[in-house]
């Protein structure tokens, strides 16, 4: 970033660390003991897809890899990868292979979040999102589209504020309605 840009207020984004999805598992457990959400066993990469040859043997080779990925597209024209793992640090593991394959086959512009599902005793979901492009988590808590769960998300950002790097703009933590899982 040069000095231009400091002076009309530009700022360079953060860099993406898919490293920081490692986190998860610690995040996991201090999550439960303070709120009751378990991991629910599902992740999902959402990214804009690409037209052609190149994206379906890309997501074959995912495949390959983790075993066997849902693959679904939502309203807004994005792609979801699904796993499925009920070992929380298994799944994580999933999740990062994923990015990293989509990534290092050229797909890291069109990556968009990574999310893992827990729910609570009685049922209620929620998600820890990871947005690729600001390296940051927020927690999505819907109760039914178009209606989310403001006060249980500011609950769960106050409980892993020292386990993750939260998204400090409200205003970023978009709804993941359609996502797998939740």
Partial sequence: MGWFDALLGRSKPARPDLDALFALPSAAVTLQAATGFAPAGTGSVCFRAAEGGAFARLEQDIEALM???EVSRDSYG??????????VAGLVTDLHAANSSLES???GPSLLCS?????????????????????TF????PIGEPRRDNALELQVRGVLDRELTIEP???SWFPVWGAPGL
């Fill in 115 to 135: 999310l893992v599902t827990f729910a609570d005793p009685s049922h209620r979901k929620l998600a820890i999102v990871y947005l690729y492009k600001r390296g």
């Fill in 138 to 141: 927020y927690p999505f808590a």
């Fill in 169 to 171: 703009e409200l205003a």
């Fill in 105 to 107: 086959a050229g797909f």
């Fill in 78 to 87: 994005y792609t979801w990868l699904q796993v499925r793992n009920p070992d």
């Fill in 67 to 69: 075993g066997k990925v």
